[in-house]
């Protein structure tokens, strides 16, 4: 089995770096250009990288060229991935749209949805936001109970979802709407596309850990949203909601390993320059050991991504194999943070003046781990589709 990239995608790793070089500010990344400090320079950022992306032809590397993308394939979308996280580039702010509901669309959208909606989302006219999640509908997501409703030529949706991520930003938001209240709950689901932009649409911020806030609670007080706009079949938005967990637990995160690689290096840079029992921490024995295993895990997670991800060679969408990644890398990540923590010990709260912390970089990844775990279906979430589809235990009867 040779799990080397060949010469070509060697190639367009050449001129990604070369890209990346050209575009990205002299000194990005280090304390001449430091990363921006508030949520509001950084979706500025996010905005602006996409557009970038899109005029230099970086935008939908593996999606088809007849809809705005590159015509590549997902190992092209890979070792971008792995480029920009090595140089910290920007994070855009469609990543649900590219990440989700692009790749969606592709498997399960009309022809004429897909010539509607995927060229703008790639440039980063449309943004898009994700309404799955409602007060009393997480992990049991298909106990939701915003409807949406058949008047005239529109459908018209009422309800609120919550932990909508970016919907602040949002043009369009995807949302799961039951349309058949007589049904069982997993039947009667609609999968819907509704413009943001209109008044029964009310975005309000919800703020997190990291003080930043990124999600939100949207109210859908008689939105409108065209009857063409249903991706799938009326009634069969569950089937359609899974195709883009799919994606959202396996393809949504390729090129992670890297960025959590650049972490690791600013967390072994400050184990050499912090103390710990006879020297440096990196010269204590306790620290070395899990700096060490947490190190493997990271090159595991490359490797399990790339296999995951190898199976879109042959298939349109992943199966419980998403799961079991997903479950890897957040539940690895949240160590990570915590290791990271216990080496800065007593000088956490000064170590934004410590070059090697990297600016905050290990306290945002020790504070984001812990959303890693919950967001795309929490761990336990992920554990029991793993007992069920793969281990062949009995089904989980809440779900
Ligand atoms: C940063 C972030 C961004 C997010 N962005 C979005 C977004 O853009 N759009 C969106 O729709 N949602 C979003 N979410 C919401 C996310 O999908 C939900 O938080 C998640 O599905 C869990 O649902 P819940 O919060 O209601 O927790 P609950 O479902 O109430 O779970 C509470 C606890 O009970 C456990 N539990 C529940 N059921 C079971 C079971 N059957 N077996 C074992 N344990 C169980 C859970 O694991 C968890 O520990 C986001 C979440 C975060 C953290």
Request: aromatic share 10%; hydrophobic share 40%; glycine share 10%.
């Amino acid at each position: 089995m040779d799990i080397a990239f060949g010469k070509e995608q060697e190639d367009f790793r050449d001129r990604t770096r070369q890209f990346l070089q050209a575009v990205l500010p002299p000194g990005w990344g280090t304390s001449r250009h430091p990363y921006p400090q508030t949520a509001k320079e950084e979706e500025e950022l996010g905005m602006w990288w996409e557009r970038t992306l899109w005029e230099h032809g970086y935008a939908g590397l593996s999606w088809p060229q007849n809809y705005g993308g590159q015509g590549l394939t997902w190992l092209e979308q890979v070792i971008f991935s792995e480029e920009c996280a090595r140089v910290n580039a920007p994070v855009g702010v469609n990543g649900l749209g590219k990440g989700l509901l692009g790749p969606t669309l592709l498997v399960e959208g009309t022809e004429a949805q897909k010539r509607r909606f995927i060229p703008p989302l790639l440039a980063g006219e449309e943004i898009w936001c994700q309404g799955y999640s409602e007060p009393n509908a997480g992990s049991d997501l298909a106990s939701l109970t915003t409807r949406a409703e058949r008047v005239g030529e529109e459908w018209v949706v009422t309800g609120q979802k919550i932990w909508t991520s970016y919907a602040h930003l949002a043009d369009w938001c995807f949302v799961l709407a039951r349309t058949d209240a007589s049904a069982p709950k997993h039947r009667g689901i609609t999968f819907l596309l509704v413009p943001m932009h209109q008044a029964g649409v009310k975005v309000e911020p919800l703020r997190q850990l990291t003080g930043e806030a990124h999600f939100n609670s949207v109210t859908f007080d008689g939105a409108r949203t065209a009857l063409e706009n249903v991706v799938g079949q009326v009634n069969d938005g569950w089937r359609v909601a899974n195709t883009i967990l799919s994606f959202e637990r396996g393809t949504w995160i390729v090129g992670r390993h890297a960025q959590y690689m650049r972490e690791m290096d600013a967390l072994l840079q400050a184990a050499r320059d912090l103390p710990g029992t006879g020297g440096s921490a990196a010269q204590d024995s306790y620290f070395r050991q899990r700096l060490m295993a947490l190190w493997s895990e990271i090159e595991v997670l490359r490797f399990h991504g790339y296999q995951v991800i190898t199976q879109l060679q042959t298939k349109s969408q992943l199966g419980p194999e998403a799961s079991m990644l997903k479950l890897y890398y957040s539940e690895m990540h949240k160590r990570f943070g915590e290791l990271a923590m216990e080496v800065l010990g007593s000088h956490m709260p000064f170590s934004e003046g410590l070059e090697s912390v990297g600016a905050g970089l290990l306290h945002r990844a020790f504070l984001g781990s812990r959303a890693e775990t919950i967001f795309a279906g929490t761990s336990e979430i992920q554990r029991n589709v793993i007992a069920e589809r793969v281990l062949g235990l009995p089904k989980d009867d809440r779900h």
